[in-house]
């Protein structure tokens, strides 16, 4: 097994095809800075499980790992919502995104929570 083998990499990988489809898509949001940062925060998503793969061997290294992946999902989120009440996106859209995104942070979150649990690390 390896990252590719992730349903939560796998996610976020199309996730960021789907992002850069959308900002594509509208020339307005390629001038509007949000939208590089949701490109960035989008593409951390599956970089940082691929990376906390890496080092499974070190579960505490990996779950470090996935929290950072966990954030760069929630940061995305935010991203979503602040192109929406900024009425770059419509209504439709952001409400796609909001739950793609806040589904991948639920399955990265109950990943964390298995790790933990089967190794045995308490939450500091």
Same mark, same amino acid.
């Given at each position: 097994?390896n990252? /590719?083998?992730? +349903?939560? !990499?796998?996610i976020?990988l199309?996730?960021?095809?789907?992002?850069?489809t959308?900002?594509?898509s509208?020339? +307005? *949001?390629? !001038?509007?800075?949000?939208?590089?940062?949701l490109?960035?925060?989008s593409?951390?998503?599956? $970089?940082n &499980? $691929?990376?906390?793969? +890496? =080092?499974?061997? !070190?579960?505490?290294?990996?779950?470090? !790992? *996935?929290?950072? $992946?966990?954030?760069?999902? %929630?940061?995305?989120?935010?991203? &979503?919502?602040v192109?929406?009440? /900024?009425n770059? &996106? $419509?209504?439709?859209?952001? %409400?796609y995104?909001?739950?793609?995104?806040?589904?991948?942070s639920?399955? &990265? *979150?109950?990943?964390?929570k298995?790790?933990? =649990?089967?190794?045995?690390i308490p939450?500091?």
């Open positions: 097994m990252f /590719n083998d992730l +349903a939560i !990499y796998k976020g199309n996730l960021t095809k789907e992002v850069q959308l900002i594509n509208k020339s +307005a *949001l390629s !001038y509007f800075s949000v939208s590089k940062q490109v960035r925060s593409c951390s998503v599956p $970089a &499980i $691929a990376e906390g793969f +890496a =080092k499974k061997v !070190y579960p505490k290294e990996f779950i470090r !790992y *996935l929290n950072i $992946a966990l954030g760069s999902s %929630d940061e995305s989120q935010s991203h &979503i919502a192109l929406f009440v /900024n770059y &996106i $419509a209504q439709k859209e952001f %409400d995104f909001s739950a793609k995104y806040k589904g991948l639920i399955k &990265i *979150l109950k990943l964390i298995t790790i933990r =649990k089967d190794k045995n939450i500091k």
